[in-house]
């Protein structure tokens, strides 16, 4: 950490968060001179990056920050986001301020609790500025939706931000936020994060309980998890974030402690397995897999030891898997919004297709592609036998164009659905592994490209002691910051 003071209100903004949060603890900054500097830099960037929605009151914000002011005055510091400001998921649940999910039948939701991710946000201080912006009910990795519009690339307006943490991971690069939270089903913190030049990290299955759930059992794709632009302000946002609740009963019961420790750590000897692009099963735009591997080259500057990988698992009957538990888990959660025929007409096509998807199902499929999903996760155990992590690219193209909803061909290759785009990110939701995506590097059109890094068995911390390990190898978020912010 940088534990100078601030001169500017660029240098608040600029910030890592851990080190914003010792000045406010300090008191070498003023909450209320934090707030002023982050709402003074939205106003200036937030169009047209459009990743923070529903933006609070300037004058009930400054309020708030002063309330953090007066607290530390007394005495009273609520833990390390005291006066940070936050902008949780438009999908996740926040009192008092409108959480759409992205979708007009939600436009005016406005909960009266929140989310456990965001309350444990809170009770460490943070001041909810408003949200970051989401595709309609987090699906599809793209973040564009009928109640905001579309979240730009923050080093390409033109480009897709990634999705369905794409608000997360624009607001993030362009110092719109200094940590955020997000979640990932289906790479939603990975894709976004590799296509904005920051770290967005999947914690293993149940390491950050989702709180409220109606179901608590058959419904484990998605999860929330941090997002930042170094590791450990990632690793500190995880440390509040998870941490057993009786209310999640698959959640871990580990102390969360452990992520808020030092992450450096000798990685001498250590084996990465490089999966690349499945033996040639997944098309890749050109460029892709070669910057991965020359980001590849700094893991072992680390040294650490890469080897190809692969595995025999069939891959198609992965997908199939994937599919079809997709189709079961959204049919579930919003069937009774398509029964309704006023409010299937507001969701958008490829909602409507994944609850027809789920309704066609039969038990012995739900079944057999359970199955398919145990098959694999032994399959990953098996490579990690030979293998302390496993690396894969975090997306299968460079941003594209945001005028699409998705591209209908990777590499010549035809799309059959809305997501196969995203068919590298995948394997590790299903077997439920902590991956980090970190920055990979841009290619000749200055576009950004992420890394999986995927480890064992509830190892989030050697996950985040590897990845923080290639950042102060390689410094590519500090190295390369959007335009704009040159401006």
């Given at each position: 950490m940088n534990q100078a003071s601030p001169a500017t209100p660029q240098d608040i903004v600029a910030a890592d968060a851990l080190d914003l949060s010792q000045w406010i603890r300090l008191r070498r900054v003023s909450c209320r001179e934090v707030m002023t500097a982050f709402l003074d830099h939205i106003a200036r960037v937030n169009t047209p990056?459009?990743?923070?929605?529903?933006?609070?009151?300037?004058?009930?914000?400054?309020?708030?920050?002063?309330?953090?002011?007066?607290?530390?005055?007394?005495?009273?510091?609520?833990?390390?986001?005291?006066?940070?400001?936050?902008?949780?998921?438009?999908?996740?649940?926040?009192?008092?301020?409108?959480?759409?999910?992205?979708?007009?039948?939600f436009r005016d939701e406005v909960p009266k609790a929140d989310a456990l991710v965001a309350a444990r946000m809170r009770a460490q201080g943070a001041i909810f500025i408003g949200k970051t912006n989401s595709p309609e009910f987090g699906l599809g990795s793209n973040t564009y939706n009928t109640v905001f519009g579309a979240t730009l690339n923050a080093y390409d307006a033109t480009r897709s931000a990634g999705g369905s943490s794409g608000g997360t991971a624009v607001a993030?690069?362009?110092?719109?936020?200094?940590?955020?939270?997000?979640?990932?089903?289906?790479g939603s913190l990975r894709n976004p994060a590799g296509w904005n030049n920051v770290f967005g990290f999947r914690p293993s299955q149940g390491r950050v309980p989702s709180v409220p759930a109606v179901d608590l059992y058959y419904n484990q794709l998605g999860c929330a998890g941090p997002m930042g632009r170094s590791v450990p302000d990632l690793a500190m946002l995880l440390s509040?974030?998870?941490g057993y609740d009786a209310r999640a009963?698959?959640?871990?019961?580990?102390?969360?402690?452990?992520?808020?420790?030092?992450?450096?750590?000798?990685?001498?000897?250590?084996?990465?397995?490089?999966?690349?692009?499945?033996?040639?099963?997944?098309?890749?735009?050109?460029?892709?897999?070669?910057?991965?591997?020359?980001?590849?080259?700094?893991?072992?500057?680390?040294?650490?030891?890469?080897?190809?990988?692969?595995t025999d698992y069939p891959l198609e009957k992965l997908w199939d898997c994937w599919r079809t538990l997709r189709h079961f888990s959204v049919a579930g959660s919003l069937g009774a919004l398509y029964r309704d025929p006023a409010k299937r007409a507001l969701l958008k096509p490829e909602a409507q297709w994944e609850v027809e998807g789920g309704l066609a199902?039969?038990?012995?499929?739900?079944?057999?592609?359970?199955?398919?999903?145990?098959q694999w996760y032994n399959a990953l155990l098996a490579l990690f036998e030979h293998y302390d992590y496993l690396a894969l690219p975090s997306a299968q193209l460079f941003p594209f164009d945001a005028k699409l909803h998705w591209p209908s061909s990777v590499a010549g290759r035809e799309m059959d659905t809305y997501h196969r785009w995203m068919e590298v990110v995948i394997g590790a939701s299903l077997a439920g592994l902590p991956v980090i995506s970190v920055p990979a590097g841009?290619?000749?059109?200055?576009?950004?490209?992420?890394?999986?890094?995927?480890g064992k068995p509830q190892a989030d911390l050697s996950v985040l002691q590897i990845a923080h390990a290639y950042d102060q190898a390689t410094q590519w978020v500090k190295r390369r910051v959007p335009s704009i912010l040159a401006a």
């Open positions: 990056a459009n990743a923070i929605v529903s933006l609070r009151d300037r004058a009930v914000l400054l309020m708030e920050a002063g309330e953090r002011d007066a607290q530390l005055a007394r005495g009273e510091y609520l833990g390390w986001l005291h006066g940070i400001p936050q902008a949780p998921k438009d999908l996740t649940a926040t009192a008092g301020i409108a959480s759409t999910q992205g979708s007009p039948i993030l690069a362009l110092r719109m936020l200094p940590v955020a939270d997000g979640s990932d089903m289906m509040t974030q998870a009963p698959l959640s871990i019961a580990q102390d969360a402690a452990q992520f808020a420790q030092p992450l450096a750590r000798d990685f001498g000897g250590a084996r990465i397995g490089w999966l690349g692009d499945y033996n040639g099963y997944l098309a890749m735009e050109d460029g892709v897999l070669a910057l991965c591997e020359t980001a590849l080259e700094d893991f072992g500057a680390i040294g650490c030891t890469v080897e190809a990988a692969r199902l039969s038990g012995e499929d739900v079944w057999n592609a359970s199955v398919a999903r145990s841009f290619n000749v059109q200055g576009l950004p490209m992420g890394l999986q890094v995927i």
